[in-house]
């Protein structure tokens, strides 16, 4: 049962929205303050945000194309959008990381001909506060509307907020000891770049899930058996399928009955499960229910008639 109060797409593409504006400011003043200061940690950590501006400007699109109504040519909705845009974040984090990576190699011969700058902590520490508290909320609001894109940019966050933690470490050891640490800087910027393919290959893995209509949780699938249960007349559940489509999942639900009783009525009893599970299961789009006579498999075999009931798309 969802007991939680509903929270509308619209809350998700408005946190995208503000997280791309926040990811600007944060990124530029990363990257501009870690030339000024020449530190490669900052610098990356400034890349690695501006990679999380350009996800969050993907989730905001797909959010948008997923919220569009069923039509003729997609009666399943238009979902799927945002599960790609998910794939599409895995993706950009991917080729981020790895970039960081590459150019932190690059750089690690290069020590530093101007010392480190203090003031290259003032942003980092900025972000350490703005970004747990922006992840935490993504993560929250991804949850609540089943937007696997906008939990994958909840994920972006957290793992900007460890790059960031990774670019202090780096920024304070050197600061410390320039001459025995002038080293950790770049090795700094190098670890950011490993969390960061490391995220990408968790982002992609869950989408591809959701892509390959992988089925939901045993949890999830125990509520739609027990919710179709509990209408009278409903004897027991045969087969029970879901596969997720965008924010939520579509069933395909057959359901034993009286094999005595007409089609009049056991078609009123699988409208009346089509209904129930989708006003107490909010993660459930529609459901689409094949009624089959109650009994063993031989009569099932020699008198199963499919009622599909519903899958309208709504």
């Known amino acids: 049962m969802d007991s939680q109060a509903p929270v509308t797409d619209d809350s998700g593409r408005r946190l995208a929205a503000l997280s791309v504006g926040i990811g600007v400011l944060l990124s530029a003043a990363k990257i501009l303050v870690g030339l000024a200061a020449h530190s490669t940690s900052l610098i990356s950590d400034g890349l690695e945000g501006a990679a999380d501006v350009l996800s969050s400007a993907i989730v905001f699109a797909g959010l948008t194309m997923a919220s569009r109504p069923p039509d003729e040519n997609h009666p399943y909705g238009h979902g799927r959008y945002e599960t790609l845009s998910g794939l599409a974040v895995g993706g950009l984090l991917l080729v981020t990381g790895l970039g960081i990576f590459w150019r932190s190699i690059e750089t690690l011969g290069d020590f530093q001909h101007h010392r480190l700058q203090t003031f290259a902590l003032y942003p980092l520490i900025a972000s350490v506060a703005i970004k747990t508290v922006l992840a935490l909320y993504k993560r929250r609001i991804g949850r ?167 899958w309208t798309g709504h």
Do not use: N
């Open 144 to 310: 609540k509307i089943g937007s696997s894109a906008l939990e994958a940019d909840a994920w972006h966050d957290l793992t900007d907020l460890i790059s960031t933690t990774v670019a202090i470490i780096a920024i304070v050891l050197t600061l410390i000891d320039p001459a025995r640490f002038d080293f950790a800087d770049h090795i700094g910027g190098m670890v950011i770049g490993v969390i960061v393919v490391w995220l990408a290959v968790r982002v992609v893995r869950q989408t591809v899930d959701y892509l390959t209509d992988t089925m939901p949780d045993d949890k999830k699938m125990s509520e739609i058996r027990a919710v179709a249960l509990e209408v009278p007349g409903a004897q027991d559940i045969e087969k029970c399928f879901a596969r997720r489509t965008g924010l939520r999942y579509h069933v395909d639900l057959h359901l034993e009955v009286d094999p005595e009783m007409t089609v009049l009525e056991s078609h009123s009893i699988a409208t009346q499960v089509r209904i129930r599970i989708k006003e107490e299961l909010s993660w459930v789009a529609d459901v689409l229910v094949h009624v089959e006579p109650a009994g063993g498999s031989r009569e099932r075999s020699a008198k199963t008639t499919h009622f599909p009931v519903g």
